[in-house]
């Protein structure tokens, strides 16, 4: 498979959940208008003699890389046939309430639309209606199918190494390793912090949220191929603009690292920037994308929001702070700095996306911290393809690298950001539908229902609390409600 035709299967992927909001949430005939635009989005941006890779990827590549997707697919929990973490309560209400509710989804406690991201779950939830019963089978190969598209780009990004993805998989999460280091030899009782300031490696981000982080994988590695590849970022915008749908804290840090994309590559050659061939490719999804920003508008819901240090007890959010945050962002900079990326030709732009992850990490948003479990996502992503790409060029070129000095401290960062995903790789190993068969009696497997409660609003509310599930609801009598939406004024 070359990487043109990875490129365009990406944006089919991406988009086709957008079609469907389009059709389902927006009035006839703007629906239709906006469905048409954003196929014509999509064939303007696939045009224009895009460069390729000399050597496609093979078979044996991909049949490696699609057991490699089904794995993570399998172990993030999708389809319930692994252990799940505690917020697929929510996951697969959505699911249940897309297949079983109208669309756009109106809640029937208060008649209250649903202003959410469902990206992730359109697709596969209109397969079930049309089948008539929820298909796990469904989200877990639409899962699947985004998790190959992933792993294809890391594996490109990578040039070639599985070691490379491998180190990709587990960058992050060093600081919380220490914290509970620390806590067990200082003889301390381990305790949930107020709120999550933490960076997790891709490999945990994959359990709690799947359907953020597929997108968000093709999406960075997509924005890395057009910048560092192509030297036209411009082209990314469409795939930026898609993923709104899939999930608003990342898409707003991708849009912000987008723009200053735009600005380093261009600021020297302005001219290069006010042309057809480039404006096309940033106004015209632009403007498709309006609908979509008013709907999110109409979201009203209240939400836990300031700065950290607001928050009490503040020597616990400076002691998680200190450990979540800041020792990962010294041992990323650290190996930047190995790798001599702080002198190469996007030195700026890694040091400006070190100052957005600071940034994000200084303000709370939501319960559990949202804005930064999800935001930083797409900024810890960016920063790990530019780690093992550099790292990939320079491995091509020692064929003993393992015994440079230069090596052993990303052998030795390899190994300490895979312990914690590693326990939840044998916790899913342990807690599956075939173990359960196998040993029904000493292994309890219990995936979370779907249709346990009529909507995930009232799931939000049983499970974890009304503040929460208010965050779902959308604002009476907003501009999406009053001219957009398919209902009946």
């Given at each position: 498979m070359s990487r043109i035709v990875l490129r365009n299967l990406s944006l089919g992927y991406l988009l086709l959940p957008n079609l469907i909001f389009y059709l389902g949430w927006f009035r006839f005939p703007l629906a239709v208008i906006l469905a048409v635009g954003l196929i014509y989005a999509a064939y303007i941006n696939t045009q224009g003699g895009l460069k390729d890779d000399a050597k496609k990827l093979s078979g044996k590549e991909l049949l490696t890389l699609g057991i490699l997707a089904l794995f993570l697919t399998a172990y993030s929990g999708i389809g319930g046939y692994c252990f799940q973490i505690l917020d697929y309560w929510a996951h697969n209400s959505k699911y249940y309430t897309l297949f079983s509710h109208?669309?756009?989804?109106?809640?029937?406690?208060?008649g209250r639309l649903a202003c959410h991201y469902f990206g992730f779950f359109l697709a596969p939830a209109l397969l079930s209606k049309m089948l008539g019963h929820v298909s796990d089978e469904a989200l877990f190969i639409w899962a699947l199918l985004g998790f190959f598209l992933g792993m294809c780009w890391?594996?490109?990004i990578s040039l070639r190494s599985f070691f490379a993805v491998a180190l990709f998989m587990s960058l992050g999460g060093?600081?919380?390793?220490?914290?509970?280091i620390f806590i067990q030899v200082a003889g301390l009782d381990y305790q949930v912090p107020p709120f999550f300031i933490e960076l997790w490696p891709v490999l945990y981000q994959a359990q709690w949220a799947p359907n953020q982080l597929i997108p968000v994988i093709i999406v960075c590695s997509v924005l890395f191929n057009d910048l560092v590849f192509e030297k036209r970022p411009e082209r990314s915008f469409l795939f930026i603009i898609s993923i709104f749908t899939w999930g608003i804290f990342p898409s707003v840090i991708l849009v912000l690292i987008f723009s200053g994309i735009l600005a380093y590559h261009y600021l020297s050659r302005i001219k290069s920037f006010i042309s057809f061939q480039v404006l096309r490719q940033i106004i015209f999804p632009g403007i498709i994308f309006i609908p979509t920003f008013f709907f999110f508008l109409s979201g009203g819901g209240s939400v836990v929001n300031g700065f950290v240090w607001k928050f009490a007890p503040f020597k616990e959010i400076a002691y998680q702070y200190f450990f979540g945050v800041l020792v990962d962002v010294l041992i990323l900079l650290t190996i930047i700095i190995r790798l001599k990326l702080h002198k190469g030709p996007y030195?700026?732009?890694?040091?400006?996306?070190?100052?957005?992850?600071?940034?994000?990490?200084l303000f709370r948003m939501g319960r559990w911290n949202d804005w930064f479990l999800r935001g930083s996502v797409p900024l810890m992503v960016i920063l790990s393809l530019f780690v093992v790409n550099k790292f990939s060029a320079w491995i091509s070129q020692q064929p003993g690298w393992y015994k440079h000095k230069i090596s052993y401290p990303i052998i030795g960062l390899f190994i300490l950001g895979s312990v914690v995903p590693v326990m939840h790789?044998?916790?899913a190993l342990q807690?599956?539908?075939?173990t359960h068969a196998l040993f029904p009696a000493r292994i309890k497997f219990e995936?979370?229902?779907y249709n346990k409660y009529p909507d995930f609003y009232e799931m939000g509310k049983v499970v974890y609390s009304e503040e929460e599930a208010n965050q779902f609801l959308g604002v009476k009598g907003s501009v999406y409600e009053r001219f957009l939406s398919r209902l009946e004024p």
């Open positions: 109208s669309w756009p989804v109106v809640f029937q406690e208060n890391l594996y490109i060093i600081g919380h390793l220490l914290k509970v030195a700026v732009l890694i040091c400006g996306i070190f100052v957005m992850l600071i940034a994000v990490s790789v044998k916790r807690e599956n539908v075939v995936p979370y229902p």
